[in-house]
């Protein structure tokens, strides 16, 4: 086997590996660049059906990665739907993500009956891609107890749509909203929060 066939063997292996994964940017992303090799590597040995099904499938993921980098932060594409915390919904969908959950947010505890909780879905479209639950806590202090992805929305950070808002908190007086404790790759800093302890805290604007 020479190297050119090896090309070929990997570009074909990258393909089967984006294939499965979870997460859709980085499928998008894996299957781009494994055609990208299976275009150079069928054009170096003159398989031009071949070239040609690997462009097209380049021009789709491209236009795809595209769509989904340029509305990630677009609060067109995704809806922040509050929910009551005895909502059937809310409860099917964290016994759907149980198991997911205990992974990320390992000190998370679900008791629907706890009193001052908020409960808060990230939608696109009709498809839920996130969960945040908080409680109160004295000196205006909004606990956030669940901050959850889902898996195909790992890449992306749809929680940042509850923070943004920041009226979800402030009209019921909080000041500021701290992480939960323990969570599993904290994405905080990107929005905003700043680091206090082993959490991260953002400080809302005061109303008037």
């Not at 393909?15 to 499965?20: I, R």
């Not at 859709?24 to 003159?46: E, S, T």
């Amino acid at each position: 086997m020479n190297w050119l066939e090896l090309v070929g063997w990997a570009g074909s292996a990258l393909l089967v590996w984006s294939l499965l994964q979870t997460r859709i940017l980085r499928l998008r992303a894996l299957n781009l660049l494994g055609c990208l090799i299976l275009i150079g590597y069928n054009a170096a040995v003159h398989v031009w059906p071949m070239v040609g099904l690997n462009v097209v499938l380049a021009v789709i993921n491209v236009w795809y990665l595209r769509k989904m980098l340029a509305t990630r932060h677009d609060a067109q594409t995704y809806e922040v739907v509050e929910v009551g915390t005895g909502d059937a919904f809310l409860a099917h969908t964290l016994r759907v993500h149980a198991a997911d959950i205990a992974r990320f947010n390992p000190d998370f505890r679900w008791d629907p009956a706890a009193a001052d909780r908020s409960a808060f879905l990230v939608v696109r479209a009709d498809e839920v891609v996130g969960v945040v639950v908080s409680h109160a806590e004295a000196g205006g202090v909004a606990q956030i107890d669940l901050d959850y992805v889902t898996p195909p929305f790992r890449d992306f950070t749809p929680g940042e749509f509850v923070y943004r808002r920041s009226r979800l908190f402030t009209d019921r007086g909080f000041r500021r909203v701290v992480s939960p404790r323990g969570m599993v790759a904290p994405y905080y800093h990107r929005l905003g929060f700043r680091p206090e302890g082993d959490a991260y805290v953002l400080d809302l604007p005061a109303t008037a």
